[in-house]
């Protein structure tokens, strides 16, 4: 069972083009989380999706960033016109829920933006 | 803010000592992880505590948990160089699945 998959790893991006970080959650999880770590820092929720729904989105910038979860495929948090606040690890996430109750979340390597 | 806070921020020791992290959070909760990240890795999950449970054990991990006080400890015995990471307790509360993370303890184990 392969864990957390995210990529790239590293991803360089010029101000203003378009960032697409993905994500696939480990077999068996429906459950995907997307944090941001900016040096020397904890990590900052950002936003929380099950298949085909956006259930918290309350971490997220209101411009330029989004997130989706598709019935098939791997999670995709895009953000569009970057600027260099934007680089930081992006992190994502997976878990099962067990009735309600927050599980372990299974986090994955990271992918690292770098904007210049 | 429901952020919880780990105390301290920096914690240098050496091997075969024991390391004991602090948490504090704000408000009610229904359980507590620690997580360890290694520099310029992911996170790896390393126990999970309800809000029911006093105390929890894992190999060389203890953790404590007071929801009087909310706070919760995690000590680490007989530490090893390869601890050396910086460590983060998330709590999770009712009505939320989300994950709220501190800004963690870099913990040095000096061979």
């Known amino acids: 069972n392969a864990g957390v998959m995210q990529n790239p790893r590293h991803l360089v991006r010029r101000r203003g083009q378009e960032a697409r970080l993905r994500c696939s959650p480990m077999k068996g999880h429906s459950h995907v989380y997307w944090y941001r770590q900016l040096p020397e820092e904890g990590l900052k929720f950002m936003v929380y999706?099950?298949?085909?729904?956006?259930?918290?989105e309350s971490g997220m910038p209101k411009e330029r960033f989004s997130a989706e979860f598709p019935k098939e495929g791997p999670s995709i948090l895009r953000i569009q016109q970057v600027v260099r606040g934007d680089s930081a690890a992006y992190f994502c996430?997976?878990?099962?829920?067990?009735?309600?109750?927050?599980?372990?979340?299974?986090f994955g390597q990271g992918t690292r933006l770098t904007v210049v | 803010s429901q952020q919880g806070e780990e105390d301290p921020q920096a914690l240098s020791i050496q091997e075969g000592e024991n390391a004991t992290m602090n948490c504090s959070y704000k408000?009610?909760?229904?359980?507590l992880q620690w997580y360890r990240q290694n520099s310029g890795r992911g996170l790896v999950h390393l126990i999970l505590i309800r809000s029911n449970e006093r105390e929890k054990h894992s190999g060389r991990l203890r953790v404590t948990l007071d929801t009087s006080k909310k706070s919760s400890s995690l000590l680490i015995t007989a530490s090893r160089a390869a601890d050396t990471a910086s460590y983060f307790c998330a709590t999770g509360w009712d009505g939320s699945e989300k994950l709220v993370f501190g800004k963690g303890t870099k913990l040095t184990v000096n061979p």
């Open positions: 408000t009610s909760i229904n359980n």
């Open positions: 996430a997976s878990s099962r829920n067990l009735g309600g109750l927050n599980t372990e979340a299974f």
């Open positions: 999706l099950q298949k085909e729904n956006i259930i918290d």
